[in-house]
């Protein structure tokens, strides 16, 4: 039954050590902790970060990168002691994590680098979007060893990632943008699954299950809804990985089509991360595109995905769950009653993560209410502008993993039904997020992100 699954995956206290999620919340918070008590007493783990400075000419980069040697060994060992601590207690291989993540960290070094040089922020190549674009380059000419895939824990990166960004985002406007992207973001999302769910069953014959399945995915949070619901609804394993497949298509896409867009329409930085909050599949792609147009559009995509969209996962789980086994599951049996799952599903099923994300905003918004303003400046250079920097990183090695396991010619074989289902909602999904974004809420939007938000 879809409850002893849910509970089986994701409840008791053993999850708190075993999951991904929560070592997201737990390395996030810790994070924000040890940089608090460090400015208490003068310090800051500024030591532990690490930036480059822009460059114009290869011929420069010796005299440049030759300080940082320490900096960048630092930051090495302390993320590899981390995350090999929470890999090893996960159950995984530490040696063969060791070995991942030091090549992707190399990696990462190198994208930080070429994100720097000047020709390619001409043409805002960030070192997000040149992650994945090497990614992808990797993934699909270069026969990656499988020693190399212990490193490469996409979710972990970008949910512990999400938790530092709680740092950088007020709880104050979450209270007051909230609602707004509660409502912009529920609206878009019923109207995407519907479509999908109908196109996939309704015009090209798919089952119920997997069309739920696409629809959660291209409606809520992309890869972790697939997942959820698909396992809510009993869809098949192979289902479940076309779901994936079509969300990684997608967002693919989207990272590069969503900022031209907002360019060629003059969207201030607001308007442009809603729209791409509300249009993007994936947390990972949607950060990436709307990091590409600062800190407003960063607040606005984050109100918009991780507020708006993310927290209903365990909501959606558990409604599409009743259905599953009231309705389809039971009219497939013949059966004349069936056992409803329960209101735990909404926990099992929620993403621990976005838990942390609030934590860490209401965290550093209160101690910012309580100090004086000079303290406030010196918590946004000493904590949070450091917290950033470490957010940069956990998102670099996430579009880099997303990019490296990418592979074209595995999504080729997918089909063309899930694949035209999956693009009906995709248009659906644009259009609504552009409408709202830009011609309704815009000024709003525009406002939040630049602060004016009353």
Known sequence: ????????????????????????????????AIGLILWQFGGSIKAITLSFKSFSNFADLP??????????????????????????????SPVKFVAGFTLLFILAIIVQILGQFTHFKTFNLEAPVLALIVGLIIGNFVKIPEWFDAGMRTEFYVKTGIVLMGATLPFTIILEAGPMALLQASVVAIATFVVIYFAATKLFGLEKPFGATLGAGGSICGVSASIAIGSSVNAKKEHVSMAISMVVIWATIMVFVLPIVCRALGLSDGASGAFIGTSEFADAAGIAAAAQFGDGAMTTFTLMKVVGRDIFVGIWALILAIIS???????????TGAQKPSAGVIWERFPKFVVGFFIASIIVTLVNLAVTPEAVAAIEKDVLSPVKNLRGWAFVLCFLCIGMTTRFKA??????KPFAAFTIGVIVNVILGFLFSVFLFNEYWTNVGNGMLS
């Open 325 to 335: 086994v009231t309705l389809w599951e039971r009219k497939k049996a013949g059966e």
């Open 63 to 92: 005299g440049l990168l030759a300080p940082l040697v320490p900096k960048m060994l630092i930051l090495y060992a302390v993320l590899l002691v981390v995350l090999t601590i929470a890999t090893a207690i996960m159950g995984r």
């Open 1 to 32: 039954m879809t409850t002893n699954n849910a509970k089986t995956n994701g409840g008791g206290l053993k999850s708190l050590y075993l999951k991904e999620d929560w070592w997201a919340v737990w390395i996030g918070l810790a994070t924000v």
């Open 411 to 416: 999504l080729a074989a997918v089909g063309w």
